[in-house]
């Protein structure tokens, strides 16, 4: 007898619980209950719409292409995993809070250089475009207790709504990205440009599968940032500019309110000339709040 474990016949009334007897004897007892689990799913939703063979072997040529449009340089499945809700759900079963630290949303796929160290004031806007903004914060502990030393990662788009990877020879390599250290007082400042809200890469099998529901493929403004302190949590998360399109139709649904900033224009020249702007810039104010490592 092949099949399933219990030597039960495949029927169309009972497929899933046939398919997953055949994996009861699997060793590893996360693996069975999760193949065990998508097996009982996926019965389900081809029961749900009663999938024809023209729209399976559709199906299967979308995963095929997804595949193929993936490279080192470019994740097509992260792409169809994010414009699905599924990297946020992940993310968010992860990373569990209970409102004592600052939220964390996705990764994204364009942290795939090591940002270069900078001094705290420098600005990352190198090819000089956009409108200045003054980016400032401080990194606490989960009761306000300043973290010095802490280490502030970040990368935003330029004014056109594209990261430095994505065009090279067009932006200077390392262009707003910047790794700081807070100072004793747990603070950090930098010079920079308001971000822009872009497209997700959608020349692709998801572009397709957005276009084709109706779906636009942009996320809101947003300023990437990882905080990490010794004896913390690191977190990995945005900030997104209170005014940008897109705020309540994130493509990736990596929105939370509570990362969303207003970025209000500052006519101050004496603040202008300390912090090295032109006068008035914009400011964006971003406190991050790291759980203890042994917060249960
Ligand atoms: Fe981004």
Not at 22 to 35: E, G, I, K, M, N
Not at 106 to 111: A, S
Request: aromatic content about 8%.
């Amino acid at each position: 007898m092949t099949g399933g474990a219990s030597g039960e016949l495949f029927s169309e009334e009972r497929s899933a619980e046939v398919v997953a007897a055949s994996f009861a004897h699997t060793p590893d007892p996360r693996l069975r209950q999760v193949v065990t689990s998508l097996v009982r799913h996926l019965h389900a939703f081809v029961k749900d719409v009663e999938l024809t063979e023209e729209e399976w072997a559709v199906g299967i040529d979308f995963l095929t292409r997804t595949g193929q449009t993936s490279s080192d340089t470019r994740q097509e499945f992260i792409l169809l995993s994010d414009v699905l809700g599924v990297s946020m759900l992940v993310e968010t079963i992860n990373h569990r809070t209970g409102g004592t630290s600052t939220e964390s949303t996705v990764l994204g796929p364009f942290h795939v250089v090591d940002s270069p160290p900078r001094q705290l004031g420098d600005d990352i806007a190198l090819d000089g475009k956009g409108t200045p903004c003054l980016v400032s914060g401080r990194v606490t502990g989960p009761d306000g207790e300043p973290l010095a030393g802490a280490t502030v990662d970040v990368w935003q788009t330029n004014e056109d709504g594209f990261y430095d990877v994505q065009q090279p020879g067009i932006q200077p390599p390392g262009n707003l990205r910047g790794l700081f250290t807070t100072d004793d007082a747990g603070r950090f400042w930098f010079r920079s440009v308001v971000p822009r809200f872009y497209p997700i890469p959608d020349d692709g099998p998801v572009g397709q599968l957005l276009a084709a529901t109706g779906r636009h493929p942009n996320r809101p403004a947003h300023l990437h940032f990882i905080a990490a302190a010794p004896g913390h949590r690191p977190v990995t998360t945005h900030v997104f500019v209170a005014d940008s399109p897109y705020l309540d139709s994130d493509a990736v649904f990596g929105v939370k309110e509570s990362l969303v900033r207003e970025v209000p224009e500052v006519d101050d020249p004496a603040r202008a000339a300390e912090v090295g702007l032109a006068n008035p810039f914009r400011a964006l104010t971003f406190d991050l709040s790291l759980l203890r490592e042994d917060h249960p």
